[in-house]
Every structure is written in structure tokens, then in C-alpha cells.
């Protein structure tokens, strides 16, 4: 028996061998890329003080340069769950990419919990350990640990910063990049004048209410990532369908409801998940303050690899925070085939209380000429 599950395992490792070798291999190496970047140990955050952690400028060779890792840590006890980290591209004054820690990384502040899972621990609870997790973009390897390898592209130069805004902290990270790397994703190599739009959604809702996470005109582009913070004071909002018009014309179902969206099923009885392409984890309750976070809080994030969502000129994503598994709303989910048009406008709200939306969206855009 041991000798056949030896050979099992064999067999495995060489298939994935053969995968890890076939996806390694798609891009050829040429002498223009240059690695880049840095490691801090144990500097100091002011409260509230915005601190410069890494600048490059391109060679006078490359045509583009690619941030590839980003690498987070904090006090023994964790870190800061809105520490903001802001990406200036090619000399902007306004960071075109900026996050909090936690939300960036697909956790909310009811999934306080951190990985240092001790004898006796019981994991499952808000402010539970939860063990190591993550996934080839993003993760969390320690109760201070974070990492992601999200692409943030530039043309010119990056300044990447930090700010904490709860307390003056003690902090470590890293980060590299590599000049004139192939900006790949899904299997699609995108060109090199790509940029990364994060797009950021805070509002609070009445159930029933129609939420617009994107809306991009005038550039070609994919969806590469959502992740999603719902707190909210009742249950009105799991059956709500996430949506997107493409292009103007193109109405795209993405959903039957709110679990589904994140590869889940049967909202109440999903356990939490880390998975390589979704993440789903819902507390009850959850925080009684503020006012509005009080019942329960669902935290979830959505790969989109390998099935990118493409638009050529136009993307809205949308999701309507409904309870409504009865064809009460019809038109705001699909019930069937062929597909009903995805909603332009709110429905008739339903009275169940409000709904705190926090959303942050991956979308890479480019010109369309760049692709012609």
C-alpha cells in the first residue's frame, strides 16, 4: 500500500512538474530586465504622518517597470487594520493606487482574527486565530504577516508610502519589481502602457439599493479582482446578483446571488474559505459600532484568473444588495435562458435596514489603440 501511494504521489509531482514547467517557461527572458527594490527593518510610523518607503525611476533602456511583491509587518500583537499603502505612478500627486492592509488583502473588521492558532484555540469566532492562509496573489502568513504579488505597472517611476492612521507603529516591509517584465495575467500578456485602476467603493445603503464598483469609459481593460466588506443590519442583501454592462451593449450576468459571485453556495452554511481564486468568511454578529455595523459582516474576495472579465471601451460592475429569492424584483437576477438585461437603475427598496458597503476593484485599462 505505501508503495502505491508512493507512486501517487510521484505521479502527482510530475504532473504538476510538467505544469509548473509549461506556465514557467511561456516568457522568455531578455538581458533589459532588471530587478529592483527593498527591505526595511523595524522603521517607525507617526500617527498619521505619510512615510516614503521606496522610489524608482526606469533606466534610460526600459520601457515599463512592474511592482510584482509587496510584503507587510507590524507589532508582535498585528498591525494596523487600515494602515494605507498608496503607489504614486509616474509623478502623480494623487495616488492612482491605494488600499487599507486588511481590505486589500480580503479581510474586514469583523474577521479580526489573526493566524497564531495555540493549543486550546477555537477557531471560528470574530476575534479567533484562523491559521496561515493565502493564494499565488495575496495572503496572510502571521497575526502581523501580509504579503501580496499584486502588478502594479508604471512607465516612468513609483513612490510607494505609508500612513497609519489608528497609532504611531513600529513596522517592516519589503517590496521588489522588475524592469521591462511582460505584464501578464490570465494568460494574456497586456501592453506595456497598462496601468492598474484600483477602484475603492465606501457607502453606506438602504436593502435593495444598487451598487456601482466600477465604471470605466473611454479604455480597454479587464476586471482582475474584487474584494468585498459587507456589514450590514440584517440579512438584506445575500441574494443579490453582481452584474456588468460591457461596452455600452453587452449585458454580462456574473452571479445568482451574493455567494455564488465568490464561487460559493448556500450563504448561511458556507464555511470559511481561502481558496485560489475566492475567499468567503461571514461572522454573526459581528460589531455593534458604528450604528450602522451591528448583525453580521461578510468579507469575500474574487480572483478573476483564469477567466478575466474584457471590455474594449466601456465596464460597469453592479451589484444589488437584495434578499429577493422569489422573483419579487424581477429583472434585478436572472431566472432563466435566454438572460433578462442587467439593471440600470435601484429597484423599490425594501425597508430592511442599511447596508455598509466596502469594495475594492483590480481593473488594468489601456489605451485601445495600443492593442490594434
Known amino acids: 500500500v505505501d508503495g502505491t501511494i508512493r507512486m501517487v504521489w510521484l505521479g502527482l509531482a510530475a504532473v ?91 479581510v474586514g473588521p469583523a474577521q479580526t482574527g489573526g493566524t497564531n492558532i495555540k493549543p486550546g484555540d477555537q477557531p471560528g469566532t470574530p476575534t479567533s486565530p484562523t491559521g496561515p492562509w493565502g493564494n499565488s496573489l495575496f495572503g496572510r502568513t502571521h497575526d502581523s504577516g501580509w504579503y501580496n504579488n499584486y502588478q502594479v505597472p508604471f512607465q516612468k517611476s513609483v513612490k510607494i508610502t505609508l500612513t497609519d492612521p489608528e497609532a504611531s507603529s513600529p513596522f517592516w516591509y519589503m517590496c521588489r519589481g522588475v524592469e521591462n517584465l511582460p505584464i501578464t495575467m490570465a494568460g494574456l500578456t497586456l501592453p506595456t502602457s497598462t496601468r492598474l485602476n484600483l477602484v475603492h467603493t465606501q457607502e453606506t445603503i438602504e436593502s435593495g439599493s444598487l451598487s456601482t464598483w466600477v465604471n470605466v469609459t473611454g ?11 459587507v456589514n450590514s443590519t440584517d ?27 465568490f464561487l460559493g453556495a448556500y450563504f448561511h452554511s458556507m464555511p470559511t474559505e481561502h481558496l485560489p481564486f475566492s475567499g468567503f468568511q461571514v461572522m454573526q454578529p459581528a460589531t455593534s459600532e458604528p450604528e450602522n455595523i451591528s448583525l453580521n459582516s461578510l468579507a469575500a474576495y474574487r480572483i478573476h484568473d483564469p477567466d478575466p472579465i474584457l471590455f474594449t471601451s466601456s465596464f460597469r ?28 437603475s435601484t429597484p423599490p427598496l425594501l425597508n430592511k435596514g442599511k447596508i455598509s458597503v466596502d469594495a475594492l476593484a483590480f481593473v488594468y485599462v489601456w489605451d485601445t489603440a495600443s492593442v490594434q
Open 16 to 106: 504538476v512538474a510538467v505544469l509548473v514547467a509549461s506556465t514557467s517557461a511561456s516568457t522568455p527572458v531578455t538581458p533589459g530586465m532588471k530587478s529592483f527594490g527593498i527591505a526595511i527593518k523595524e522603521s517607525h510610523l507617526e500617527l498619521g504622518v505619510e512615510k516614503t518607503v521606496f522610489e524608482h525611476s526606469l533606466s534610460a533602456s526600459a520601457t515599463h517597470g512592474v511592482m510584482t511583491q509587496a510584503w507587510h509587518a507590524g507589532k508582535t500583537s498585528g498591525i494596523s487594520p487600515t494602515l494605507r499603502i498608496r503607489y504614486y505612478i509616474d509623478g502623480e500627486t494623487e495616488a492612482s493606487v491605494d488600499y487599507p492592509l486588511f481590505l486589500a488583502h480580503g
Open 219 to 229: 479604455k480597454s481593460g479587464l476586471l482582475r479582482q474584487l474584494n468585498l466588506v
Open 235 to 261: 440579512y438584506g442583501y445575500q441574494e443579490g446578483c453582481v452584474s456588468a454592462k460591457i461596452d455600452g451593449t453587452n449585458d454580462l450576468w456574473l452571479s445568482s446571488g451574493l455567494e455564488d459571485y
Open 317 to 344: 460592475l453592479q451589484w444589488i444588495a437584495s434578499s429577493d429569492n422569489g422573483h419579487q424584483n424581477a429583472g434585478y437576477c436572472n431566472y432563466d435562458y435566454p438572460a433578462t438585461a442587467v439593471p440600470d
